[in-house]
T-cell receptor, first 112, second 113 residues
């Protein structure tokens, strides 16, 4: 069965530090890739997505992600985090235009 | 703005009770989903529906059933609640195809005693 792995369970950073959250997925043909974010007390919302084209995609709030097909990866990055980025981040992959698989999530804590 | 609402934010039920979780979306989306979210496990798909009266099992359908009588409403039913069904339940919808962007409701935190 297809699976999505997020390498870090909990990441703690200070404000202005750079962020990279890893996401790898198992091979399964055509994929669409997503990062969702869940801020404390709020519902999941889309951060960014990749369907095709430029493998470097930009999302809301200064986040970006790079699709590296040869590595089956879709890592999330932000050059300088803010306290308001404290949230849980989920990588998701849809395979062959079918169901969506979510990773286990990475909790990000940004210290002011 | 897409709006997905869930009937309750918090529920406390007893083992063996029948539990109904309701979800409504207001954007005429074709697809609707029920997930459960557990720490360290992420989101796991319970059931989804791509049309009225249609349903498909997800990864963990055991102990659950669903109902979609109207396009905008998707219900999750726990026929006989058990303590291992204590979890956060999330409803989502997407416009046409399941692999498109999904829009999530606020979640229902269910505690089964």
């Amino acid at each position: 069965a297809q699976s999505v792995s997020q390498h870090n369970h909990h990441v703690i950073l200070s404000e202005a530090a750079s962020l990279e959250l890893g996401c790898n997925y198992s091979y399964g043909g055509t994929v669409n890739l997503f990062w969702y974010v869940q801020y404390p007390g709020q519902h999941l919302q889309l951060l960014l997505k990749y369907f095709s084209g430029d493998p470097l995609v930009k999302g809301i709030k200064g986040f970006e992600a790079e699709f590296i097909k040869s590595k089956f990866s879709f890592n999330l990055r932000k050059p300088s985090v803010q306290w308001s980025d404290t949230a849980e981040y989920f990588c998701a992959v849809s395979y062959n235009n079918n169901d969506m698989r979510f990773g286990a999530g990475t909790r990000l804590t940004v210290k002011p | 703005d897409v709006k997905v609402t869930q009937s309750s934010r918090y529920l406390v039920k007893r083992t063996g009770e029948k539990v109904f979780l309701e979800c409504v979306q207001d954007m005429d989306h074709e697809n609707m989903f029920w997930y459960r979210q557990d720490p360290g496990l992420g989101l796991r798909l319970i059931y989804f529906s791509y049309d009225v009266k249609m349903k498909e099992k997800g990864d963990i359908p055991e102990g659950y059933s669903v109902s979609r009588e109207k396009k905008e409403r998707f219900s999750l039913i726990l026929e006989s609640a058990s303590t291992n069904q204590t979890s956060m339940y999330l409803c989502a919808s997407s416009l046409i195809r399941p692999q498109e962007t999904q829009y999530f409701g606020p979640g229902t935190r269910l505690l089964v005693l």
